[in-house]
């Protein structure tokens, strides 16, 4: 999944407006990415990807593109 694909798929499961986010949106800046919208990601990467994110590993990504690179890892 390339990193546009990932975050239409992320603005998708957390309800967000499309095209406001970038790679450097920060994810402490987001409000629906509390603990439901983690868990929206998390269902959204184990459908799509069938990658299954660690909470302990999110919890280190700052950006959506920390997170799209951790995505990415684990999907290989």
């Known amino acids: 999944?390339?990193?546009q694909e990932f975050?239409?798929?992320f603005e998708e499961a957390l309800e967000l407006p499309a095209g406001?986010?970038?790679?450097d949106?920060?994810?402490?800046?987001?409000?629906?990415?509390d603990s439901m919208g983690r868990l929206?990601?998390?269902a959204m990467a184990d459908?799509?990807?069938?990658v299954v994110l660690d909470a302990?590993?999110?919890e280190?990504?700052?950006?959506?593109?920390?997170?799209?690179?951790l995505v990415v890892k684990l999907a290989q």
């Not at 949106?25 to 990415?33: E, G, K, Q, V, W």
């Not at 459908?47 to 069938?50: Q, S, V």
């Open 47 to 50: 459908t799509l990807l069938r």
């Open 20 to 23: 406001q986010t970038t790679p």
């Open 60 to 69: 280190k990504c700052r950006t959506v593109g920390d997170l799209h690179a």
């Open 7 to 9: 975050i239409q798929a």
């Open 25 to 33: 949106t920060l994810l402490s800046s987001i409000t629906r990415y």
């Open 1 to 3: 999944m390339n990193l």
């Open 40 to 42: 929206s990601i998390m």
């Open 56 to 58: 302990d590993a999110m």
